[in-house]
């Protein structure tokens, strides 16, 4: 059973800029698909960057582009999240999640319908 643990969550300043890191256990990290998304208190959750796993592109959503940057380390089977000039709307629980590649059919990333879920870390940003 495929197992992710998120690390790296924090309280911030806005302008300041973490790395959230998904580590994976019980699956080899190369043949998932895997995104990250954030829930706020009183929100839905939403999607914020995602690995497509027909191509390995990239994607993100428009309220982090620019400013967030995501990335794999198949080898330590990691995946990472950068978020730079973090501002208070970016407060929210993120998760990251899993699911094999070869299920996951749908146009987007972010509509894959992911199995596995980490418990998430808190990021808060105020000043």
């Known amino acids: 059973q495929p197992r992710l643990v998120e690390s790296g969550g924090g309280l911030v300043q806005p302008g300041a800029s973490l790395r959230l890191s998904c580590v994976g256990s019980?699956?080899?990290?190369?043949?998932?698909?895997i995104g990250w998304f954030r829930q706020a208190p009183g929100k839905e959750r939403e999607g914020v960057s995602c690995?497509?796993?027909?191509?390995?592109?990239?994607h993100y959503a428009d309220f982090v582009k620019g400013r967030f940057s995501i990335s794999r380390d198949n080898a330590t089977n990691t995946v990472y999240l950068q978020m730079n000039n973090l501002k208070t709307e970016d407060t929210a629980v993120y998760s990251c999640?899993?699911?094999?590649?070869?299920?996951?059919?749908?146009?987007?990333?972010?509509?894959?319908?992911?199995?596995?879920w980490g418990q998430g870390t808190q990021v808060t940003v105020s000043s």
């Open positions: 019980g699956f080899r990290l190369a043949y998932y698909a």
């Open positions: 999640a899993a699911l094999p590649a070869v299920w996951a059919i749908q146009a987007s990333c972010f509509l894959y319908e992911y199995e596995d």
């Open positions: 690995f497509s796993a027909r191509d390995g592109s990239t």
